[in-house]
């Protein structure tokens, strides 16, 4: 157990559908992440919060909606998917800088979109 | 931006045997690398990172890496690998730390199968 968790783990959901991920940090962090692993891809850095703000959006398709209502919780809010959206998505939690701090990942949401 | 690459997409060991799994970088600044590993549906475990201070860095399951500068390398190894190991393998670097964050750039992954 790494102090993050992410429900569900796994989410199978029609392009017409609209459902949520959760994750939440017990780590006292104050930054969190999203990222997208897909086969054979690298790992896609999705959002970046910092102290619940939104500081990065990596040029991420608006039918992935991010909330950050506090510092221990994050969501991604996902409606009318593609297929192609189908990977594990993956939640992350890290302190924030100058020091280097390492991130902590939960393990996963395997979503498949139909 | 800061980058590394993992050159090797498989790497085959025997049980028993050194394990090693490349990695170089390209930074502008202070490297801050780090080493993280996933088994099967998981998510990434931190192994080790590198800092400041001594090039070998130790780091959880027996696995260490060792930082040269002037060939810009981090490779992880291990002296003698388990089967358990088998598992991909993800070397970072952390990327431009703006606005209170630790945000890091991964290499595509290294998958590693120690063969019984």
């Known amino acids: 157990e790494t102090g993050v968790t992410q429900t569900p783990r796994h989410l199978v959901m029609g392009m017409t559908n609209k459902k949520s991920l959760k994750c939440e940090q017990h780590?006292?962090?104050?930054?969190m992440y999203w990222y997208k692993q897909s086969a054979k891809k690298p790992l896609e850095l999705m959002f970046v919060y910092s102290l619940e703000e939104r500081v990065e959006n990596n040029s991420v398709p608006s039918r992935f909606s991010p909330e950050c209502p506090n510092s221990s919780h994050l969501f991604l809010h996902l409606h009318t998917l593609q297929p192609e959206d189908s990977a594990l998505y993956l939640c992350a939690s890290s302190s924030g800088s100058p020091t280097p701090y390492e991130q902590y990942f939960g393990p996963g949401t395997r979503l498949t979109v139909t | 931006a800061q980058s590394v690459a993992q050159p090797e997409d498989q790497v085959n060991v025997a049980e028993g045997n050194p394990l090693t799994v490349k990695c170089t970088y390209s930074?502008?600044?202070?490297?801050?690398l780090f080493w993280y590993v996933q088994y099967p549906n998981r998510g990434l475990q931190f192994l080790l990172k590198y800092i400041t201070g001594d090039n070998l860095v130790k780091g959880s399951y027996g696995f260490e890496a060792e930082f040269n500068k002037s060939q810009t390398s981090f490779h992880l190894k291990k002296p003698s690998a388990l089967v358990s190991d088998s598992a991909l393998y993800f070397c970072?670097?952390?990327?431009?730390?703006?606005?209170?964050?630790?945000?890091?750039?991964f290499g595509k992954g290294n998958q590693v199968v120690v063969i019984p």
């Open positions: 930074v502008s600044g202070n490297p801050y």
């Open positions: 970072a670097v952390r990327d431009s730390p703006l606005y209170g964050n630790n945000r890091l750039a």
């Open positions: 780590l006292g962090h104050n930054a």
